[in-house]
């Protein structure tokens, strides 16, 4: 086979490509920087011809314009693994609906059959001499999905770095029906500067990091605080081991603090699964042999992240109770993110030999009217979605300090927890935990 007459064979424009897509069919764009812009908006063009046609996504970048140019969903019906602040957005007017999985699982819900796929429509990196186009940014449950579809659309962006993976990392030509060629930007999403709190907390989990530890750690403010204080620390010789690569991690390699010189698996590799951040970032992972991408079965499976002994695991949360429960993805019945690997990740961290893991949060939030409300609860009762459950109720961490719960009976969480939450509703707090029977003693200062 000559794949170079085979590319242009199957070359087509996006809006021949999506004349593939029928009524009632499954689209699937993958997830985050694997979203295929142009073919999306060719297939938002057709909304006039076409009812009942299920698009699939995770942590959309851009806006999508099978949502924006559908507002009342005649055409289509939008469906996202997790949530980005665009998804956050279209949740909230009902213009998408959020499908509840683990990360570590969400290959196989394609396997199995329970998520089917017509069409399947991704960004890739350009083809190589060989015929191959390497998945780039995302290799998550690309793999799977694939396999699930009936037919294969590339689009084919420059953009998109060429990423070494440890498996299910690339495609051929022969195997796909289209190829349409794109130069967009891909979708960023650089690290928000971190604010005081952010910092606040970044300090209390610090003097819980040593030499050699191998890291996961989440997005956000207080994941880049996080990195700007080992960045400028004595640590050294860490590895990483992540499910979503962000900017912090940029900043840990361009210091020499990450080296994977001392993981005990994937020695001298740092893994993740998926990537969003910054151009820069993007820039780092092209043809980096030091990197390396993995299915988010293998990337998230407590039992990988047992072998890597020494793991620590940092992620954000949005609340959680007295009792431990922590909730990552609502508030109340409003939809925030998803449980992604947020549960993968503490029990595997707590089955390494030495591993840890933290959650960490705000001790308040203000409200659009400007009333300050705990994030620490007495307890749920507005259907916020439990991530964590108590019994897996890891070190929590506020700007007040770090509540290690393993272990604890129902009293003692509930005063080490009190122990974090804001000094303005302690004593609330206390009251509430003496009227649900799990208070011995008052630890008012």
């Known amino acids: 086979m000559n794949v170079y007459e085979e590319y242009k064979k199957k070359l087509v424009s996006a809006e021949e490509a999506v004349k593939i897509v029928k009524s009632g069919d499954w689209v699937d764009y993958s997830q ?193 605080a996080l990195g700007g204080l080992i960045a400028d620390s004595d640590l050294k010789d860490l590895g990483m081991h992540t499910e979503l690569m962000s900017d912090g991690y940029l900043k840990l390699y361009q210091a020499g603090k990450i080296t994977n010189k001392k993981k005990l698996l994937n020695r001298g590799k740092g893994v993740f699964s998926i990537c969003n951040g910054s151009t820069d970032l993007y820039e780092f ?56 690997g947020q549960l993968d990740f503490v029990t595997g961290a707590y089955a390494a030999e030495h591993g840890q893991a933290f959650l960490a949060m705000s001790s308040t939030f203000k409200d659009k009217q400007g009333e300050v409300h705990s994030r620490i609860l007495p307890k749920f009762t507005a259907g916020d979605v439990i991530t964590t459950p108590r019994t897996q109720a890891p070190r929590m961490v506020t700007e007040y300090g770090v509540a290690q719960l393993s272990g604890l009976a129902t009293w003692q969480r509930a005063e080490a927890i009190i122990s974090i939450a804001h000094p303005d509703f302690r004593d609330e707090l206390i009251k509430a935990a003496e009227e649900q029977k799990i208070w011995r003693r008052s630890n008012k200062r």
């Not at 957005?89 to 969400?106: E, I, T």
């Not at 998230?300 to 793991?311: A, C, G, V, Y």
């Open 32 to 224: 985050t920087c694997s979203f295929p812009e142009d073919l999306d908006a060719a297939l938002a063009a057709r909304r006039d011809e076409l009812e009942d046609v299920n698009v699939r996504n995770a942590i959309s970048m851009k806006p999508v314009q099978v949502v924006e140019q559908d507002p009342d969903q005649k055409a289509f019906t939008y469906n996202l693994w997790h949530c980005s602040g665009i998804d956050r957005k279209y949740v909230d007017q009902g213009r998408a609906f959020y499908s509840p999985m683990l990360f570590r699982n969400c290959g196989s819900y394609y396997t199995r059959g329970y998520a089917p796929v017509n069409v399947a429509m991704i960004t890739v990196a350009p083809m190589d001499k060989n015929g191959y186009f390497s998945y780039g940014l995302t290799n998550c449950c690309m793999q799977e999905m694939l396999d699930a579809a009936d037919h294969i659309i590339l689009e084919v962006n420059p953009n998109m770095p060429f990423v070494f993976g440890m498996e299910c990392d690339h495609i051929h030509i022969s195997e796909v029906d289209y190829v349409v060629e794109s130069t967009k930007p891909l979708g960023i999403a650089p690290g928000g500067a971190p604010s005081e709190i952010d910092k606040k907390i970044a300090g209390n989990i610090f003097p819980y990091l040593y030499d050699g530890i191998t890291l996961q750690i989440g997005i956000g403010g207080m994941p880049n």
């Open 285 to 340: 992972l092209d043809h980096n042999i030091d990197i390396m991408s993995a299915p988010m079965r293998y990337v998230n499976n407590p039992e990988t992240i047992r072998q890597l002994d020494h793991f620590v695991s940092i992620n954000g949360c949005v609340s959680m109770d007295l009792y431990g429960q922590v909730c990552s993805e609502t508030s109340g019945t409003r939809h925030i993110s998803g449980t992604g």
